[in-house]
């Protein structure tokens, strides 16, 4: 046997043994794998009843815990069916085994030299899910109507989320690193700009949208302060998502690293964290919160979870008056 032969012969035996693993330890006792219809709608119970207590908790927070400035600011949220939708969808995709085979193994294959992000991109999966469309005009105080000149979506990710503003706005800008996340931008037909480039375009944005990127942000504070200046004077506003317990590194090929400028939110609850980032953060930025909810961001799964979820506070902010 010549070495090519051999060494097509080991790839193959990988391949095969990579994707009996993966099927080894793939969730398979849920209720879309199970035959008899009896056992699958007494799982499929068990799992809704788990499901509907988990999601109240995505929601919920006690007001008493938050400081006395943010307290009367609170928004309530609920789950809606735009966020039902999402779920099902997700859990419809987790269960394309071929699919998520193919992910995995591409996943597994371009990690060390690709991003995350970039990967997603690829393969086209990884959605999120932030607000829905209600959730989105309720912290805005606007109704469906409402339109104004421009929105710029940073960090837009494949603009799913953008969508979710975009329909509000005459022009639609995003930033993204990401080169097959810009393709999926573009696709959208929303303006792409360079992340260097949206500060300096001439004209001002009458919302910004930072959409869990500040703990990924090599700059964070700088940030703020570029988007402060970029905002439209009185009537901007920046709507901000931030995952809590507050963990900021960033993303450099396939490595994680400490961002070069440190941000330290302190406190152990989703309350006293939100109102620590009030305190020592957004005033020292220049900014002053108008809203804040709580909600899951959410993201599509693989073959191991139907979707991911974490912590996330929005925070609706303007610039406050007595800060140059």
């Known amino acids: 046997m010549c070495p090519l032969q ?4 080991v790839f193959g035996a990988w391949v095969l043994g ?72 997700s859990v419809e995709k987790s269960g394309w085994m071929f699919t998520q085979l193919y992910h995995s193994f591409m996943s597994s294959v371009l ?13 086209g999966r990884g959605s999120m899910f932030v607000f829905s469309a209600e959730q989105f005009r309720q912290l805005l105080r606007i109704d469906p109507e409402w339109r104004a000149e421009r929105l710029l979506d940073l960090g837009a990710g494949d603009g799913g989320v953008t969508e979710v503003m975009g329909s509000h706005f005459r022009e639609v800008y995003a930033t993204e690193v990401s080169a097959p996340m810009k393709w999926h931008l573009q696709r959208r037909s929303y303006k792409v ?41 009185n009537t901007g506003r920046l709507v901000l998502a931030v995952v809590l317990p507050f963990q900021p590194y960033v993303e450099v090929g396939g490595r994680w690293q400490r961002p070069t400028e440190h941000v330290k939110v302190k406190g152990k609850k989703w309350e006293e964290q939100v109102t620590n980032l009030n305190n020592e953060v957004f005033l020292k930025a220049g900014f002053e919160v108008e809203a ?31 800060t140059e």
Not at 198 to 215: A, E, H, K, R
């Open 6 to 9: 051999l060494r097509t012969l």
């Open 18 to 89: 990579y994707v009996a693993f993966l099927l080894s330890v793939r969730k398979m006792w849920t209720g879309k794998y199970v035959r008899s219809p009896l056992v699958r709608s007494l799982i499929n119970n068990m799992v809704s009843e788990g499901d509907a207590t988990e999601t109240e908790q995505w929601y919920r927070c006690c007001p008493d815990l938050l400081g006395e400035s943010v307290r009367p600011l609170f928004v309530q949220s609920h789950l809606d069916s735009d966020t039902k939708t999402f779920l099902k969808r």
């Open 111 to 123: 990690s060390p030299v690709v991003s995350r992000t970039s990967i997603n991109g690829f393969l």
């Open 193 to 233: 700009l360079g992340i260097d480039e949206w500060q300096q375009t001439g004209f001002l944005y009458d919302v910004i949208s930072c959409l869990n990127l500040l703990d990924r942000c090599d700059d964070p504070l700088h940030l703020l302060r570029d988007i402060r200046r970029s905002l439209v004077l």
């Open 292 to 322: 804040v909810t709580r909600v899951p961001y959410l993201c599509e799964g693989d073959m191991y979870n139907d979707y991911y979820v974490l912590d996330d506070a929005v925070f609706v902010l303007k610039a406050a008056d007595d």
